[in-house]
């Protein structure tokens, strides 16, 4: 048992939810696939060409029927911005917005040279002239986009890891603050960014007030919601961390004498590691997909705002680009997931742990 | 003058059911370098008594004097080795040793001295070739190894062992018993161990203090084991003496102690009550 009876259950659901990962092993249990997988063993292929198939093959051809099928749906479906965009279109429309990214990149290059290059000429005639650098303010591309929307996230998540941490330390060492803490975190963690934003934004707009502001307000907006969701399953799973440390080890602790202090920062946090890591993927996570939703409605310019203004463009085109930006979010957010389970695996000395 | 003295402990711990008394009117009192084993029917109280001498649980009636001083608290002059290692996951080999060196001896040995220590201590158990290794990396015997070297390096006036080798196989559990007389033979420490492995009991003792079955277990027997050390297993195999006293433990659990089918009152360990904060 962990913990203290009746203390540990609030955050063990959310433990449970990286755990739990399927095993798509036992629970996909396509026929025709488990006996190519069946076919692949009992033959003598050699091993590695047996893994390649099982971690290459497979899923390739998993992909390929999704293509399919989609794109032969997609014919079928009518929307007002015409035919629904199969693969190919999504495709061509990705294309198409490297390309406006690459031509808005040389763009600005020119201006730059430009700019210089009419700066030089001036000082060459006066040296006491004034020389004035504007930035380029060409309208943000796709890439630049994605640039933005995970600068935001960045900053929402830092903010939330360095409040989520100190909370649940604190709450995981001493009951007390936990019970009084515990009600709050449980109604504020199921709570839609949709709700929070413009809470936020009116808050924002009453305190952050300056006539050149460092940060626009639509960023500190998102990034202040996405803190507000991601919150939550940090501190639930470092307040377990900490309050399940093995008794064992703290019985070493009370032999040795530590002291509190000594204590906690030998014992206490170096076995909560793990679950905070555990707590930090999941806030993650659920910063990355809060992110979306606060940047379409604060409109600041990221991945959300281009879905947004896609929307309301409503072009042929439309649809595919949503499309690509569907793909490009997933994508970011996978290797998100991957960056932080590189991050636990480096840190946390529990190298025994499955970590999927 | 008694060097330990386990004066008269009972321990009475709140359950759902009312109060349940574990230990009544444990007496035993143990001189300076003796080996005394613990022995009884597992859920008879045998680890509550090393806890209570340790310090990590209080006693309800009477008290342990440790050199004629009262034990109030858990303390590194009564180290204890845990039957399943408790060495920090995340420590190497040397490092958990050398945390136990740095925190008792911080005051009294320089920098220098306490490494050489650690190393010492790791060398007494045979593990200086791991000293890198984090305990997931070794296996149960060495980590017990590191276990105990840990404790011994705490130079404690009382060791304390609880099942120390109960989780190895048996082979193990052979070398290890051979490096413990080994290390007894070099330092000569006051050690109470718990077992309930007949043999490594009469093998490592100079005393077996038989419990009997609880709920309010007690000292039944003592046992002096009258064997000249050093002791080698195989030659004792055939000693009428070691058999006598091997018969004598065998007849105390088996016939007198034996376990009851059903317990009088539902038994369980009670659990080490700890404040996290």
Redesign the interface.
């Known amino acids: 048992?962990h913990?203290?009876p009746g203390f540990a259950p609030a955050g063990t659901e959310d433990h449970a939810m990286t755990i739990a990962l399927f095993n798509p092993r036992t629970t996909f249990n396509a026929p025709a696939l488990d006996r190519l997988q069946t076919c692949l063993q009992s033959t003598q292929f050699p091993r590695r060409v047996v893994a390649m198939v099982r971690h290459l093959l497979i899923p390739l051809i998993a992909i390929a029927i999704f293509l399919g099928v989609w794109g032969a749906a997609a014919k079928n479906i009518q929307t007002s911005l015409g035919e629904l965009p199969g693969p190919v279109a999504v495709w061509q429309q990705a294309g198409a917005l490297l390309d406006e990214h690459s031509a808005e990149r040389a763009k600005a290059a020119a201006f730059y040279q430009r700019q210089e290059e009419r700066n030089a000429a001036k000082l060459a005639e006066d040296p006491a002239a004034e020389v004035k650098i504007r930035p380029y303010t060409g309208k943000p591309t796709f890439i630049d986009q994605i640039g933005t929307s995970l600068l935001t996230v960045a900053t929402g998540f830092f903010l939330a890891t360095l409040i989520a941490i100190p909370v649940g330390i604190v709450c995981?060492?001493?009951?007390t603050l936990y019970t009084a803490l515990n009600p709050l975190i449980q109604i504020f963690k199921p709570v839609s960014p949709l709700a929070w934003l413009p809470l936020v934004t009116m808050v924002v707009s009453a305190l952050y007030v300056s006539d050149d502001p460092l940060l626009a307000k639509s960023f500190v907006n998102s990034a202040i919601t996405v803190t507000l969701c991601c919150l939550w399953p940090t501190i639930i799973n470092t307040t377990v961390g900490?309050?399940s440390?093995?008794?064992?080890?703290?019985?070493?602790s009370?032999?040795?004498?530590?002291g509190w202090f000594?204590k906690t920062v030998?014992?206490?946090l170096?076995?909560a590691?793990p679950l905070m890591f555990t707590g930090m993927r999941l806030s993650l996570g659920i910063g990355w997909m809060v992110l979306i939703a606060a940047e379409m409605l604060a409109q600041n310019p990221g991945l959300g705002k281009f879905v947004w203004d896609e929307f309301q463009n409503g072009s042929s085109s439309s649809l595919a680009r949503i499309m690509v930006a569907v793909f490009a979010i997933g994508l970011v957010g996978f290797l998100l997931d991957r960056g932080m389970l590189l991050l636990q695996r480096y840190f946390s000395?529990?190298?025994?742990a499955v970590l999927r | 003058m008694t060097y330990l003295n386990i004066d008269h402990v009972g321990i009475t711990f709140p359950t759902d059911h009312g109060p349940l008394e574990v230990l009544r009117d444990v007496a035993l009192k143990v001189d300076k370098g003796e080996f005394v084993s613990l022995i009884g029917h597992s859920g008879c109280g045998k680890s509550t008594v090393l806890n209570i001498v340790?310090?990590?649980l209080k006693a309800t009636t009477g008290g342990v004097l440790l050199e004629n001083r009262e034990v109030d608290?858990?303390?590194?002059d009564?180290?204890?080795v845990?039957q399943?290692h408790?060495l920090?996951?995340?420590l190497s080999v040397y490092d958990n040793v050398r945390?136990?060196v740095d925190?008792?001896f911080k005051g009294s040995k320089s920098k220098q001295e306490r490494h050489d220590w650690t190393l010492h201590n790791l060398e007494l158990v045979h593990m200086s070739h791991a000293l890198d290794r984090?305990p997931?990396e070794i296996s149960g015997g060495m980590k017990q190894r590191v276990g105990i070297a840990r404790a011994l390096a705490?130079e404690p006036k009382v060791l304390l062992m609880d099942e120390p080798f109960g989780a190895l196989d048996s082979l193990t559990r052979t070398h290890m018993q051979d490096s413990l007389m080994e290390i007894q033979a070099r330092l000569n420490n006051t050690v109470i161990m718990i077992t309930h492995d007949v043999d490594e009991a009469v093998l490592l003792s100079d005393r077996i203090v038989m419990m009997s079955n609880g709920p309010s277990a007690t000292v039944g027997e003592v046992l002096h084991i009258d064997l000249p050390r050093p002791r080698d297993r195989l030659l004792l195999a055939d000693n009428p003496r070691y058999n006598h006293y091997r018969a004598a433990v065998l007849k105390f659990l088996h016939e007198r102690h034996a376990q009851p089918d059903v317990p009088a009152q539902p038994r369980h360990k009670p659990?080490?009550k700890?404040a996290?904060?």
Do not use: C, H, Q, Y
């Open positions: 048992m913990g203290r995981g060492m001493s009951a900490v309050a440390v093995s008794k064992d080890l703290l019985n070493v009370r032999v040795l004498r530590l000594t030998k014992i206490v170096p076995s590691i000395w529990d190298k025994a | 340790a310090g990590l608290e858990p303390g590194p009564r180290a204890v845990f399943n408790s920090l996951p995340w945390l136990a925190t008792v984090r997931d705490m659990a080490l700890l996290a904060g």
